[in-house]
T-cell receptor, first 117, second 112 residues
Framework: DTEVTQTPKHLVMGMTNKKSLKCEQHMGHRAMYWYKQKAKKPPELMFVYSYEKLSINESVPSRFSPECPNSSLLNLHLHALQPEDSALYLCASSQGFPRGGANQPQHFGDGTRLSIL | QQPVQSPQAVILREGEDAVINCSSS?????VHWYRQKHGEAPVFLMI?????EQKGHEKISASFNEKKQQSSLYLTASQLSYSGTYFC?????????????FGKGTKLSVIP
């Protein structure tokens, strides 16, 4: 079991649907991440929130919209996705700066496997 | 820029040792190592920081050559549970950055 919980585990949606992915952690971490991982590829960073503020947006298309309602929750809102967006979406968390940053371990959730029809 | 991992894949018998390498064309501030089993989340193994500090599991060792911008992960006396894909993640932007770029991974298979 991981300390970062993602729901749902699987999601199938059409290209016109709107859905949301959810991520929750209770480790007191102040940095949260969304990664996209295609089969047999490494995770690719999409977004980083630090202290509930968007810190990094890796030029992700606007059909992906992140939200960090509080320090424990991270959402990824999906709308009008394309078939190439089918992938495993991983959430992670780590201690926030100044103690954190890339010198702290990232704790990953099990991911949401997304399929776009 | 994506770090380069080698080898791409390796097969070991239980008890054998392996070394996985990670190299970067940019100066590194930190190197992370994670293991991901099929269908599971990546699991943190080790962080190596510029200046020599290390954080991670006691049974796993790694090195970080700052001048050569390289890191190596050493797996000794391998067990079946070591099987999985190992990723290095590198930080090339420095203090306060949360940005890790992962290598393509090294698939390790340990057989009885």
């Amino acid at each position: 079991d991981t300390e970062v919980t993602q729901t749902p585990k699987h999601l199938v949606m059409g290209m016109t649907n709107k859905k949301s992915l959810k991520c929750e952690q209770h480790m007191g971490h102040r940095a949260m991440y969304w990664y996209k991982q295609k089969a047999k590829k490494p995770p690719e960073l999409m977004f980083v929130y630090s202290y509930e503020k968007l810190s990094i947006n890796e030029s992700v298309p606007s059909r992906f919209s992140p939200e960090c309602p509080n320090s424990s929750l991270l959402n990824l809102h999906l709308h009008a996705l394309q078939p190439e967006d089918s992938a495993l979406y991983l959430c992670a968390s780590s201690q926030g700066f100044p103690r954190g940053g890339a010198n702290q371990p990232q704790h990953f959730g099990d991911g949401t496997r997304l399929s776009i029809l | 820029q994506q770090p380069v991992q080698s080898p791409q894949a390796v097969i070991l018998r239980e008890g054998e040792d392996a070394v996985i390498n990670c190299s970067s064309s940019k100066a590194l501030y930190s190197v992370h190592w994670y293991r991901q089993k099929h269908g599971e989340a990546p699991v943190f193994l080790m962080i190596l920081l510029k200046g020599g500090e290390q954080k991670g599991h006691e049974k796993i060792s790694a090195s970080f050559n700052e001048k050569k911008q390289q890191s190596s992960l050493y797996l000794t006396a391998s067990q079946l549970s070591y099987s999985g894909t190992y990723f290095c993640g590198t930080d090339i932007t420095g203090a306060g950055s949360y940005q890790l770029t992962f290598g393509k991974g090294t698939k390790l298979s340990v057989i009885p």
